[in-house]
């Protein structure tokens, strides 16, 4: 048997380390189910406004931890922060979204796109971690995050959200070349502001890649998977000597896991179409896995959510390696008390299937 160290649960758990029990945090799990967030949210008056004001962000970070039992932060912002200090007219419509008054949709435009540094344009951000870094005093990890190039690409490009990406997909079969320039300026820029917020005070940085899914195998490769894979390369090299745990999450992945275990991540986020027993079989010991409890589960009964929490850590089975999450992120009308018991059954259920790993010890 491995020995544990005194390293946070999740830390452990993303690099396949011995736990005691599963760690568990929601992706936006920061948001509109809470009332606490509601009221800051009104507050603020904008969401651009809160994400900008790093003392509510930092409020609204903190929130979830002072109501349950989670094994990680995530700093409140957004995966459009960037493409907003490129100055593109970023604003949020009710019930429709991010919309951009300046798309990109040439080779010029790409071209015009400027140099940020992430600690004066994005400064707030920064800000907002070294905030709830000294809030959290080692309580548990900060998890940092970004959008991906590709997903980052697909709003700059369509000016909004899309059902069919029609002019992002024009460009990447039409002008490919041009679509490389974007997703090339995208990536560096996404490694200089990861690495600027471990600097800050991440532990953990995830990489989301919620639009991933659109593109066939060869095409998620070459246009999504290689440009995290250059990200994380690139971070890392701007942190010497410094080990940072990466997720990535594409959504609708479980075609691409091979791949994305080849990759340097790691750790896997997962949505709710596959099953982490067929994942856990596909990346073997090469990275861990989180997930991936289908969101709508927590509007069923304390009963069906503790059932549903037991079949699926009975699913990933025993060992080390797995991360505890919702398959994305929790929808804004769940009630927090289905939260409570979510987080209550993983808690409960789960130091089982770590019985054969030595005690953690907490001194």
Request: hydrophobic content about 40%.
């Amino acid at each position: 048997m491995v020995a544990m160290t005194k390293e946070p649960r999740l830390i452990r758990a993303l690099l396949r380390q011995p736990v005691d029990q599963t760690p568990v945090w929601i992706m936006r799990q920061a948001g509109r189910y809470l009332p606490e967030y509601r009221a800051v949210r009104q507050q603020a008056k904008t969401f651009l406004t809160l994400c900008k004001t790093p003392e509510l962000a930092c409020q609204v970070t903190l929130q979830p931890l002072e109501r349950f039992t989670l094994d990680a932060a995530i700093i409140f912002s957004d995966i459009l922060t960037i493409p907003d200090a490129f100055q593109l007219g970023l604003h949020f419509i009710e019930n429709e979204g991010p919309c951009f008054d300046h798309p990109v949709t040439t080779e010029a435009d790409i071209l015009q796109l400027p140099t940020i540094d992430p600690e004066i344009e994005l400064r707030y951000v920064m800000d907002a971690i070294r905030l709830v870094k000294h809030e959290l005093d080692s309580r548990v990890p900060l998890i940092g995050f970004a959008g991906s190039p590709w997903t980052i690409a697909t709003y700059m490009v369509e000016g909004k959200s899309s059902k069919n990406f029609n002019q992002i997909k024009k460009m990447l079969y039409a002008t490919p070349q041009a679509l490389h320039k974007l997703l090339l300026h995208l990536s560096n820029t996404i490694a200089g502001y990861l690495a600027a917020q471990v600097k800050a005070g991440a532990d953990v940085v995830m990489i989301f890649d919620t639009w991933g899914g659109l593109l066939s195998c060869p095409d998620y490769v070459e246009f999504s998977l290689n440009y995290m894979e250059k990200i994380i390369k690139d971070m890392q090299a701007l942190l010497p000597g410094k080990k940072v745990p990466v997720i990535l999450f594409t959504k609708n992945s479980g075609q691409y896991l091979a791949d994305m275990a080849n990759s340097s991540c790691d750790a896997i986020g997962l949505d709710w179409t596959i099953s982490l027993r067929k994942a856990r079989e596909l990346v073997g010991h090469q990275v861990a896995l989180q997930g991936n409890l289908d969101p709508a589960v927590l509007y069923g009964t304390s009963a069906t959510i503790h059932d549903r929490v037991a079949a699926l850590l009975e699913d990933y089975g025993t060992g080390p390696g797995h991360v505890f999450n919702l398959g994305h992120g929790i929808y804004p009308d769940i009630d927090p008390e289905q939260v409570s018991a979510m987080l209550e059954a993983v808690q409960s259920m789960s130091r089982k299937y770590h019985r054969s790993e030595k005690k953690y010890d907490e001194s």
